[in-house]
């Protein structure tokens, strides 16, 4: 059974840094476009950035940009995003998610229960 998991979230304070970690078991994530997806209460879901299966490709929302890096160990099955200075606009539950023919809130195939980050300011 396919399954990612989520990790490294937590509670850090304005200009503070993150590694969030994606792990993914029951299937290969070798063939996956992987991205990582951010919710904030009373927000719609966002795309943050996404990797290609080969990490060729990689884009970035706007607000991330020169601040988050997305990056993947295919031979471990994981997906990472290293977030540094971090905002309070960056409190948000995040998920990673994979699809073999997109990156986007609508078609991803298997997503993860997500991890929280808090950042105060």
């Known amino acids: 059974q396919a399954h990612l998991v989520e990790s490294g979230g937590g509670s850090v304070q304005a200009g503070g840094s993150l590694r969030l970690s994606c792990a993914a078991s029951g299937f290969s994530l070798d063939d996956y476009n992987v991205g990582w997806f951010r919710q904030a209460p009373g927000k719609e879901r966002e795309v943050v950035s996404c990797i290609s299966s080969k990490g060729s490709h990689i884009q970035y929302t706007d607000s991330v940009k020169g601040r988050f890096a997305i990056s993947r160990a295919n031979a471990e099955n994981m997906v990472y995003l290293h977030m540094n200075s971090l905002k309070a606009d960056d409190t948000a539950t995040y998920f990673c998610?994979?699809?073999?023919?997109?990156?986007?809130?609508?078609?991803?195939?298997?997503w993860g229960n997500g991890t929280q980050v808090t950042v105060s300011s």
């Open positions: 998610a994979a699809n073999v023919h997109a990156c986007s809130v609508w078609s991803m195939d298997y």
